[in-house]
């Protein structure tokens, strides 16, 4: 049996896990309906539609993969002539090679939360290889 991919806890990664799991049930079904003489079209008919399911499912995971990333506030303290004075910006977070990959992605001021998260899905896309 083929090794599982790891399924991203994110909404895409939740319909890879429903695809997946109808899949299974009508490859199960299929070989029931083997052992049954006569019954071999109903069995292929299955076997095909878990196919395309699966084939779904893997269309889905590149897309699941960029989901997959935490982008948040963070503050930085500098000091100047004045005194300290106190910057957010806004940061991401995904896993690469195993390893979790922090990155800059600029100032609250400049940006809201979704255009942050653009453009961290634009930088782990460029980093994972994807566009």
Do not use: C
Request: glycine fraction near 6%; proline fraction near 1%; charge should be positive.
């Amino acid at each position: 049996m083929a090794r599982q991919k790891i399924v991203y806890e994110t909404t895409r990664g939740e319909e890879i896990k429903t695809l997946r799991d109808e899949a299974r049930k009508l490859r199960e079904d299929a070989t029931k309906l083997r052992s049954i003489k006569g019954m071999e079209p109903g069995a292929r008919e299955r076997e095909v539609e878990a196919a395309r399911l699966e084939g779904e499912a893997e269309d889905l995971w590149n897309a699941a993969r960029l989901e997959a990333l935490t982008v948040y506030k963070g503050d930085v303290a500098k000091k100047t002539k004045t005194g300290e004075a106190t910057y957010t910006y806004w940061y991401a977070s995904w896993r690469e090679s195993g390893k979790v990959k922090n990155v800059h992605l600029g100032s609250t001021k400049k940006m809201d939360r979704e255009a942050a998260t653009a453009k961290a899905r634009k930088l782990k896309a460029e980093a994972l290889g994807l566009r």
